[in-house]
Structures are given as structure tokens and as C-alpha cells.
């Protein structure tokens, strides 16, 4: 079992930025896919970004085209921690934010995650 925590969620003007963390606890596995989904009621989860994370701290990246240039992933292996730098944020990037993992290759589908962090609400408004 992983668990799973977001922080950093909040409200935020356009074209202001916002850091999310997940922090990874419980078992530990040298290799876990990992990502980032975000949900609006009455819509699917949609895939934000994702990265394939070693315990020896090398990342390969992959991103939504709507965010594509403005959200960054990484992750500090140490400390167990994924991050997301969201910059110029715009309206429609509000959404619950969900950190997910899973044991496995590549996938931007979130019904192929197994793990899932209980979400934290982001907010871009005047």
C-alpha cells in the first residue's frame, strides 16, 4: 500500500502561479509511475502530467497540451515528495488536483493508477 497526500492548493489570480506537493508514504518500491490528474464537477478526471520516477532520482516528463509550457513535474526521491509548479495559471485550470501512482509503465489514463492522494482544490479567479 501507498498513501498519498497533496498540499499547497489554494486561490490564486490569472497569471499566478501555485506549487502542489504529494508526499508518498508506506511501501517502498524502487520504481513507481507517477502523476498528476485534475477534475471539474460533472467532467472526467483529466491527465495533467506525469513522470516515471527512480529511486535514483531521473525523470522523464509528460504533459497534458494544455499545460504544456506552463506546469512543470519533479520530484525529490529523499524526501518521497512529487511537485507541480503551476505558472500562469488561467480560469480553466481550476479543478481538484490529484496526485496518483501506480507499479507499471507509461500511462496518462487514470483508471490505470492505483494509488490516488485525496485531492486539493485549486482556484484561478479575480
Known amino acids: 500500500q501507498v498513501q498519498l497526500v497533496e498540499s499547497g492548493g489554494g486561490l490564486v489570480q490569472p497569471g499566478g502561479s501555485l506549487r502542489l506537493s504529494c508526499a508518498a508514504s508506506?511501501?517502498?518500491?524502487?520504481?513507481?509511475?507517477m502523476g498528476w490528474f485534475r477534475q471539474v464537477p460533472g467532467r472526467e478526471r483529466e491527465f495533467v502530467a506525469a513522470?516515471?520516477?527512480?529511486?535514483?532520482?531521473?525523470?522523464?516528463?509528460y504533459y497534458a497540451d494544455s499545460v504544456k509550457g506552463r506546469f512543470t513535474i519533479s520530484g525529490a526521491s529523499a524526501k518521497n515528495t512529487m511537485y507541480l509548479q503551476m505558472n500562469n495559471l488561467k480560469p480553466e485550470d481550476t479543478a481538484v488536483y490529484y496526485c496518483?501512482?501506480?507499479?507499471?509503465?507509461?500511462?496518462?489514463?487514470?483508471?490505470?493508477?492505483?494509488?490516488w492522494g485525496p485531492g486539493a482544490q485549486v482556484t484561478v479567479s479575480s
Open positions: 508506506g511501501r517502498a518500491e524502487s520504481s513507481y509511475f
Open positions: 513522470s516515471h520516477w527512480r529511486s535514483g532520482g531521473t525523470y522523464y516528463a
Open positions: 496518483a501512482a501506480r507499479l507499471g509503465g507509461t500511462s496518462t489514463n487514470w483508471y490505470e493508477y492505483n494509488y
